[in-house]
């Protein structure tokens, strides 16, 4: 196959359960139908970009909503199947909910969401603790 179809989009977002920073090998490996070339590359390349970014995006999001509804502590972040985290990288990524989600893929999310809440609240800590006359 020459180019990319919406099924490789599909098979693009499931992969991104397991990987977020897929190798060329592993792309021509689980694309086997598509003759690679520059272009292909680049756009796959590009997918898990995007993929990527929405990932983190939501990640800041709902760290910031824990720590507005007064979590203090990392620890106290869990992401399950039933967290709205959950539900809103499942509806991205898995649109059609006709794949069960890695269980590794929560626990990753849980580290992901506990290392964004720790920066964001170190930052907070920070910039309250920093004299403006360094700036």
């Not at 502590?73 to 992401?79: H, K, L, M, S, Y």
Request: glycine share 2%.
């Amino acid at each position: 196959m020459e180019g990319l179809s919406p099924n490789h989009l599909k098979k693009a977002k499931l992969m991104f359960f397991y990987s977020r920073y897929p190798s060329s090998n592993m792309l021509k490996m689980f694309f086997s139908d598509v003759k690679f070339n520059r272009c292909i590359t680049s756009q796959l390349i590009k997918w898990f970009s995007n993929f990527r970014e929405f990932y983190y995006i939501q990640m800041e999001k709902f760290a910031r909503q824990a720590i507005n509804e007064g979590v203090t502590a990392a620890d106290d972040i869990n992401v399950s199947r039933d967290s709205e985290l959950f539900r809103a990288l499942n509806m991205h990524y898995n649109k059609a909910n006709d794949f069960e989600v890695p269980e590794r893929f929560l626990e990753v999310a849980q580290i992901t969401m506990r290392e964004f809440f720790n920066a964001i609240v170190g930052a907070s800590v920070l910039t309250l603790t920093f004299p403006k006359s360094h700036l």
